[in-house]
């Protein structure tokens, strides 16, 4: 039997738990027309660090983008931009933001050839709002 003379110490600690966020804006799908501009851009928050680097992935090719760093005050922002100058049917596809020490977020993209068939699609869609519409 052993009896214990010091003071039992108790010390209370507040933690805050932080769930990194990595989101594509305007997914999880996105209908774009034929011939259109299209920017990408992927948005990683709620991180203790940055990433060092953002990768794209589309097709199972590493397609090239522009990261930049943002400090803002309680939170470390990094956007990431994917630029594609005219959308063709190779457009197509699941677009991923890769960043080195996250996991990745993904969108789909749809291409569609003209105004009657982005209308179609808009009329079909509409019940679902996380759905966005590009002309």
């Known amino acids: 039997m052993s009896v214990s003379t010091a003071p039992k110490m108790t010390k209370i600690f ?14 999880p799908h996105l209908y774009i027309q034929r011939g259109n501009f299209l920017q990408l ?6 991180v203790m660090s940055a990433p060092q680097f953002v990768m794209w992935e589309h097709g199972g090719r590493v397609v090239p983008g522009k990261t930049v760093h943002t ?4 939170d470390i ?20 933001c890769m960043p080195d020490n996250i996991s990745p977020a ?5 291409v569609v050839n003209s105004t009657e068939e982005q209308l179609a699609v808009i009329n079909s869609v509409i019940l679902y709002q996380s759905d966005i519409i590009l002309s």
């Open 14 to 27: 507040s933690l805050k738990v932080i769930i990194p966020k990595v989101n594509i804006l305007g997914g």
């Open 41 to 46: 851009e992927c948005m990683i928050s709620h």
């Open 71 to 74: 400090q803002a005050k309680h």
């Open 77 to 96: 922002v990094t956007t990431s931009v994917l630029t594609i100058d005219q959308v063709t049917s190779d457009s197509a596809g699941m677009y991923s």
């Open 106 to 110: 993904t969108i789909n993209i749809h």
